[in-house]
């Protein structure tokens, strides 16, 4: 499984970069958007697997794990 890495500060500078041509700002923007979909609906769906156990080691309630893994992935 490959993990998605947050944006570097290279990437971030090129996304504030205004000379770039409209086109590549917009695949830019939505290159950033749909990492950080993925990451949540992966980190949403580990969430739900988890043991109770596991979840009192994270400081969380099942039922606060069971409200964060039913959110959709374009949620914050």
């Given at each position: ?22 086109p ?25 697997s ?27």
């Amino acid at each position: 499984m490959t993990q998605a890495r947050p944006l570097s500060a290279d990437a971030m500078t090129l996304m504030t970069y205004r000379a770039l041509p409209v086109p590549a700002m917009i695949a830019l923007r939505f290159a950033a958007a749909v990492t950080t979909w993925a990451t949540r609906r992966r980190t949403r769906l580990s969430l739900a697997s988890l043991e109770p156990w596991q979840l009192q080691d994270a400081g969380l309630t099942p039922e606060q794990a069971s409200e964060e893994a039913s959110r959709v992935f374009w949620q914050a």
